[in-house]
């Protein structure tokens, strides 16, 4: 198949040394943490180069420090301008990736619930634990879900359905598991809207208007593991429920701009250089045209043939997640073998669903996407 | 002063390449997040160079590939065997950093008291606001403070002042704002001691065994920030309050192998590097001699004359904050200016107290704190 031998000849762009031999020729589809914009990981590298002898890299110095407080501040600006952000949503970092929201949401909302409800649409995996987490606050009532199809869809969501006391409707905007991912969001429901966005944050546009609260864990298109962006409106702040912990509370961290205590300095670095990165790519519809040409290379490839199997509804897709069973089950180990002998990396399945993901969130390159729609024909006609 | 014109001609160890010029020829003394050996950053530069291609640096797989899980694995090994860590104390890694802990602490032990009572020993800034956030679960009760005399050191302790029922008795090892530490620690408490040693673990030996819960911010002796490294006896687990989130419970860490959501996996990986580095010198005996004789060169400059002043009591001093005020507070912004201008950064002291703060901690090589020494005698002899 001889894709790795052709990438071998690549060369640096003009005027940058070429990459060390051997590394060019690989493309990660991890689900998270994931691969980072290649432009993003040099200049990581480069700002770890600058203060190899001063000790005073990003990481090195106070979160005070106005080098720190410069980038801080970029970040939410440049967040702001490239999704539109109404002026009433506050740009938060906050500790624990999207799992630790599962429980700062109800501890921040809930109380604002007569009868401590909540609404959730079950769409999947992190659904199911972000309904869990709710339900030690309150009453986490099921709204919709589509666990009896296999989490192969977006259920039909009707706002009646939503308790009229219900704090918030909390959705996944996109299944990392199950590759599914929601194409219109509910309307005029009564309760405001949160979104758990980790996995396709800044994939695409997002009206934030329409949601009073948006989070995302930072593994997957904003940077490294362990914190989380959470945009949320203003009147919803202030109601924490007293056994708030006090950095899980949204109005600590809107008033102090995510410094009451030192934030995870290394991921807003890298998510400042994501989102210029994006501003440089013309923004977040030119980077939504190129994950659509991406997902659309892939799924062609897949419907092809009936070798592969995509196991998601047409109609709910997902853009970032391309999941897919081979029809034969039993070569699934033999291409994933094969996929990483030609430098295709991380393509294995959820444990939960197996089969195989490719996971192609921005970081993720076209030719990254071509090279693995190669290898998706040259498979199937070689076992097929 | 002419140190940096000297220093500009120092070269990278043999074999190694240079150093960038004009890189070499700083040192920074910040408190945290604070400087990191430079062998650890270079490590770290190597990681992102070799993956330079690929996109699959140590930041950029899944947390359950084998290569992290490898490092967390060695990285709780390592941490046992250069600690002596009794068997039945687990290592956590847990979100959010020393301030998270604050109120993790109380929500996993202070269901074991019937009274909901935990007593604190009130030696700073840091302290304080610990045993703020204890009062958010229970009684906080003072069990000792320095309140009175400015922290300029560590109270007297009765155990017999913790109240007989609290769940915990809570100290913090070394105060990084008013440069203090503990010596001795109280002995035949009936509660379990639960130590934040956010700036000092690691830079001395530490009996973990008359400690029930050890926790630590990463950001001046481990790592990046925005993480917390938690020792907890076995014992102690299973007590959580039920409005504990799931991710502030320790059991669920324990039960996991800090694994039951994404970690920091940059910090994780950084603390192996670190821990290493550690193991390299000899050991934490080593580490610790090293510190003594790093703090005692600055302690002996500042006592020379009476142009500087120490602020901590002399049988508290703190070896990796050295806290002291210039006689003539007048000059206070002239010498950190020159301090600058030689190369010696983040030393203005913590704005609660102002004056002056020689950060020292294991990072910081002999020979930058020789550098600040000299300084300190030439300043004294031009302006004293």
């Known amino acids: 198949?001889?894709?790795?031998?052709?990438?071998?000849?690549?060369?640096?762009?003009?005027?940058?040394?070429?990459?060390?031999?051997?590394?060019?020729?690989?493309?990660?589809?991890s689900a998270g943490p994931a691969t980072l914009p290649r432009p993003v990981a040099r200049r990581v590298r480069e700002e770890f180069a600058a203060h190899a002898g001063d000790g005073a890299s990003i990481v090195e110095i106070s979160h005070k420090h106005p080098r720190f407080t410069g980038v801080l501040d970029t970040t939410v600006a440049l967040y702001r301008e490239l999704t539109g952000l109404p002026e009433d949503h506050h740009v938060l970092f906050v500790h624990g990736g999207a799992r630790m929201q599962c429980a700062a949401v109800p501890l921040n909302l809930i109380g604002r619930s007569p009868t401590r409800t909540a609404g959730y649409v079950v769409t999947g995996l992190f659904a199911q634990q972000a309904q869990r987490e709710g339900a030690r606050y309150g009453t986490a009532v099921t709204v919709a879900g589509s666990e009896g199809s296999g989490f192969d869809r977006i259920p039909e969501v009707s706002v009646r359905d939503c308790p009229a006391d219900a704090a918030f409707l909390h959705l996944t905007s996109n299944n990392t598991v199950y590759g599914t991912r929601w194409n219109d969001f509910p309307r005029d429901c009564p309760a405001p809207l949160v979104a758990?966005?980790?996995?396709?944050?800044?994939?695409?546009?997002?009206?934030?208007?329409?949601?009073?609260?948006?989070?995302?864990?930072?593994?997957?298109?904003?940077?490294?593991?362990?914190?989380?962006?959470?945009?949320?409106?203003?009147?919803?702040?202030g109601h924490a429920l007293p056994e708030t912990p006090r950095l899980l509370d949204y109005a600590v961290h809107a008033a102090s701009k995510?410094?009451?205590?030192?934030?995870?300095?290394?991921?807003?670095?890298?998510?400042?250089?994501?989102?210029?990165?994006?501003?440089?790519?013309?923004?977040?519809?030119?980077?939504?045209?190129?994950?659509?040409?991406?997902?659309?290379?892939?799924?062609?490839?897949?419907?092809?043939?009936?070798?592969?199997?995509?196991?998601?509804?047409?109609?709910?897709?997902?853009?970032?997640?391309?999941?897919?069973?081979?029809?034969?089950?039993s070569l699934t180990a033999e291409f994933l073998e094969r996929a990483r002998e030609e430098g295709l990396l991380g393509l294995a399945g959820h444990r939960l669903v197996g089969g195989v993901r490719a996971s192609v969130y921005n970081g993720m390159p076209l030719e990254g996407v071509r090279a693995l729609a190669d290898f998706l024909r040259e498979f199937a006609r070689v076992r097929g």
Do not use: C
């Not at 948006?214 to 409106?233: C, S």
């Not at 790519?281 to 070798?307: C, H, I, P, S």
């Open 258 to 329: 995510s410094l009451d205590n030192t934030p995870n300095t290394f991921a807003v670095f890298v998510l400042s250089l994501t989102l210029e990165w994006i501003r440089d790519q013309g923004g977040l519809a030119a980077v939504e045209r190129t994950n659509l040409a991406k997902a659309r290379l892939l799924y062609e490839e897949l419907d092809r043939t009936a070798f592969y199997r995509p196991t998601a509804h047409p109609d709910h897709r997902s853009v970032t997640n391309i999941v897919f069973r081979l029809a034969d089950e």
């Open 1 to 29: 198949m001889g894709r790795r031998q052709a990438a071998g000849n690549r060369r640096g762009a003009s005027g940058t040394p070429p990459e060390p031999r051997g590394a060019r020729d690989a493309y990660n589809f």
């Open 196 to 237: 758990d966005a980790t996995s396709d944050i800044l994939s695409r546009r997002l009206d934030h208007g329409r949601f009073g609260i948006v989070y995302a864990g930072f593994q997957k298109n904003l940077g490294p593991a362990g914190t989380a962006l959470v945009t949320v409106r203003d009147d919803l702040l």
